[in-house]
């Protein structure tokens, strides 16, 4: 089928309509039936929308093994980080993240005062340092929030489910753990799995968080939820006046159709890892050292300096990742479809031709 029969068939970039592989975007476009249904929901927008969100709230329960009331909605996960910084914050409260790692959780921890500790990865791979994280939370007199990103954002790698398992259910004294899973769906390793079953078992010391972003391609219709212990999920609440009410009519009828889109979401994961295995073709016949990705982006080296690759790319209306310090020297590219991937290495193979890769 053609799921992507609303997007344009692929055209040369150019300035106006550059190709953007610089956000971790999902290409294809929403599901058409979710796009139909935003479109239904329009003239209906006059009224509040919290009656259509039960529907999506038990998809999303039903998704995670969980209850209705272990979901909280937020306009995008981000604010999902947000929610949940602020409802374990204190003045004493240390934020505990590997160096390379989503910036929203340290943004937030700033914004509410909290002393971030900052564990450096290793600078070979970027492999996040669990055991240094763990000491740094034993180490700490005061309550600790661990953001871990699994898989990780920019590196794409995953940590070992089994270690970040057996951390939490260790229950390190005044720890919570906000473990990010925005990229979840667009794993292959078998040995992966989510987090949620531990709060299906009732722990309370974790907190999962979800975006439509990503495999649901939805990154512009702001849809994420928390999933938690329904005391958890409470003690979030005061952050959130109705969690319903966070949502618009064409986030949660576009949500809800997207989660039922079986067939859509498993095209997203196939074109990804499609486009993505065009790409690491290239990396292995150009060299370029990249770490393994578990996501719909690959953290790659580049010779020279970033700053210099990503401008020569901007000419060619390529738009690719920001630098990420300390990882100097390596380029976060997000996957678009296969055919732009087809595109951006041909575009390798000119620099290569003009030694600037
Ligand atoms: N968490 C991670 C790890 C991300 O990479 C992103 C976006 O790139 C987000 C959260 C934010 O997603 P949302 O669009 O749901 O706010």
New binding site residues.
Partial sequence: PDFTASNSPFQIPTQDAPLMLH??ENPIGMSLKAQKAAIQAIPMANRYADPAVPPLRKLAADYHKVKEDNILFSA????A?RICIAAHASPETQFVIPDLT?G?GEFFANAYGLKITKIPSNPNNWAIDLNGMQSAVTDYSGPSIVYL?NPN?PTSTIVNSAEVESWIKSKPKGTIFII?E??AEFVNNPDYRSVDHLIAEGLDNVLL?K???KIHAM?GM???YTVATAEKIKQLSIYVEDDALTLSYPSILAATESMKDKPFLQFSKKSNDVAKSIYIDLLKELQLEYLPSETNFIFHRIPGELATFKQRMQEQHILVGRAFPPADGWCRMSIGTPDEMIYVTEKMREFRKKGWV
Avoid: H, K
């Fill in positions: 956000f971790n995008g996960s981000s604010d980080i989503y929203d990103v954002n990010d925005a990229y968080l975006t439509f972003s990154a702001r849809v994420g």
